[in-house]
């Protein structure tokens, strides 16, 4: 676990600033560091994050641990057009001037970047932080989870809602409660479980008034949240009418319980079962079915998870005809294959079940390229982490593993490995699918998701000659298992800066609970343009109904 060292200075004075400016900055700090030092809250859940320190004050107090100006200095800021040497100037959290050689006064912190990338902090599209699954709940709640998040480059995520007993307004309410820890900023998607008028309805007020302009729909997990084909279509109905995105998770899930049963009769009870029983089939299916659905309807839909080829050339068949399809891909499925999910180690072989499964290598790799052609868009985790004890209720019966791996911390980092340092995308591509992209689709661009005067200072330093390597001694998570234990890479995110603050810098944290911002997210976003021309075009086409001449009786 990493241990927070916030009183060690974390940017280079000019040399040219005043010596005694600097030493009140320090003595400032330092003064601040001590105080919330002293009255750290103990975090008793879990053993993992014993070394993680936090501001125990409310935001205004400990907001002196940073200064509300900043400058960063000399950096290549990087948009997902463009990218430039740059100074980035900082106040009051908004991102206040790009260019060249800004001049300051005494009162700004000043962050050197020289020969370093300067990004937009990284958007995780997918999570599941506090949630309630398969009889328990994940172990990394909205702190810890952001928590690492930030200590990854992560500075804004959108997590899923589940609906209390199918209610989305208590739903909503619940995970309003849930999030009150937050230390970084975050939205919220919002799934749907059942269907009445009443749900309808309250689609209507989580777009109208609570800022959630996505609904999920689970075609797997049969029995739990799994829905119907009749419920989909009534509720990509009703996404339409709202300009509200479709997302689905796509399994066949009535298969899916047939292919468990199968599994169960030959004998094979241990977490290779899990991969067994969900072939890539069984998603190509789900995929090709709910978007042959969404295209009927004329409705823009948003693929969660995308683990296999089959699923991925589904995709990419709909975007060629001309469909709105949007294919998210997670960290898992881009860099992992099935394999683990026979190792003789229960511990090991169980931290790799996840839905749909990590597939057979191959998948991987066209994953990747689908990334880098534009097939799929933007890059996920799917963050929903279980711990070994938790793992271990499945220990007779794959089908009782919590399904769900960690990536929030890590995904910046093996993104940068697996696309950029291996040459398949450009830097600025890579800001597209880490960050720009999920700002566009969700609609929060451009104050989020770019380095623009008046967006959001939610930004990260990256050094791409230095180096990372993950394991689950050294990550954030609450979680004793890291799926990607051991691997290592070349970047590192060397400063994390959310709202205009220092939250990470080397490898220390300064994070405080109920510092982050809930992102309302508003309707109709660009995927909607042309929405109502097509559908015009469709009428047209119908060259009916055909007025008939009645004979006469
Ligand atoms: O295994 C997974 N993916 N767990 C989280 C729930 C979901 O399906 O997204
Ligand atoms: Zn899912
Ligand atoms: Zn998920």
């Known amino acids: 676990m990493a241990k927070l060292h916030s009183s060690l200075p974390w940017q280079k004075i000019e040399e040219e600033r005043s010596i005694v400016s600097h030493y009140r900055v320090q003595v400032n700090r330092f003064l601040s560091v001590l105080v919330c030092l002293l009255t750290i809250i103990p975090f008793s859940r879990s053993n993992q994050l014993d070394g993680l320190q936090f501001c125990a004050f409310g935001e205004s107090e400990c907001g002196s641990l940073s200064s509300t100006k900043l400058l960063i200095k000399g950096g290549t800021v990087v948009n997902a057009h463009h990218q430039e040497v740059a100074d980035v100037y900082v106040e009051d959290g908004i991102i206040v001037s790009v260019q060249p050689n800004i001049k300051v006064g005494d009162d700004v912190s000043v962050v050197d970047a020289t020969g370093k990338y300067v990004m937009p902090g990284g958007i995780d599209p997918h999570t599941h932080l506090g949630m309630e699954f398969m009889g328990t709940e994940t172990i990394d709640d909205f702190f810890s989870g952001q928590a690492a998040a930030l200590a990854g480059g992560t500075t804004m995520h959108i997590d899923f809602v589940i609906p209390v007993n199918g209610s989305l307004t208590a739903g909503f309410e619940a995970y ?15 799934a749907i ?13 989580m777009v109208q008034e609570k800022g959630i302009n996505s609904f999920k729909f689970f075609l797997a997990y049969k029995g739990s949240l799994m829905i119907s084909d009749e419920l989909l ?11 509200a995105l479709a997302m689905v998770h796509a399994e066949n899930g009535d298969a899916v319980a047939e292919g468990q049963n199968r599994m169960i ?43 296999s080829i089959d699923a991925m050339e589904e995709i990419a068949k709909a975007q060629k005809s001309g469909q709105k399809v949007v294919g998210e891909p997670v960290v898992s499925g881009l860099v992992l294959d099935d394999s683990w999910l026979w190792n003789r180690d229960f511990t090991i072989a169980a931290k790799y079940v996840m839905s749909p499964p990590i597939r057979k290598s191959g998948h991987d790799k066209a994953l990747q390229a689908a990334l880098s052609r534009g097939v799929l868009q933007l890059v996920g985790t799917d963050h929903c982490t279980f711990n070994s004890t938790q793992k271990a209720f499945g220990i007779d019966d794959f089908r009782k593993i919590p399904n769900g791996v960690n990536g929030i911390e890590e995904r910046m980092h093996l993104v940068w490995e697996t696309m950029v340092e291996s040459g398949q995308i450009s830097v ?23 380095i623009l005067p008046g967006s959001d200072a939610d930004i990260i330093i990256f050094n791409p000659n230095s180096s990372f ?8 998570s609450r979680s ?23 939250v990470w810098e080397g490898s220390a944290l300064n994070v405080q609970p109920g510092s982050g911002k809930y992102i309302e997210m508003p309707p109709f976003s660009y995927l909607f343009d042309g929405i109502e021309r097509v559908d015009a075009t469709y009428l047209l086409s119908l060259n009916a ?5 009645k004979a006469a009786t």
């Open 469 to 476: 390597e993950i394991t689950a001694s050294s990550h954030h």
């Open 545 to 549: 109904p055909v007025h008939r001449i």
């Open 176 to 190: 309003t409660k849930k999030a009150k820890k937050s230390c970084m900023d975050y939205g919220f998607h919002m």
């Open 193 to 205: 479980t059942k269907w009445d008028e009443g749900v309808a309805r309250e689609m209507e007020i």
């Open 428 to 450: 600025t591509d890579y800001v597209l699918i880490t960050s720009t992209e999920c700002a566009r689709i969700f609609n929060i661009y451009p104050r989020k998701g770019a």
């Open 233 to 243: 279509l009534q509720a990509l109905k009703k996404c339409k009418s709202l300009g």
């Open 265 to 307: 009769d030959l004998g094979i009870t241990g977490p290779e079962g899990h991969a067994l029983s969900r072939p890539p089939v069984l998603e190509g299916e789900a995929t090709s079915r709910a978007i042959r659905m969404a295209g009927f309807l004329n409705v823009p839909l948003y693929v969660v998870h995308v683990m």
């Open 480 to 502: 004793d298992t890291n799926v990607y234990e051991g691997r290592k890479g070349k970047g590192k995110v060397e400063v994390t800066i959310a709202g205009g603050k220092v």
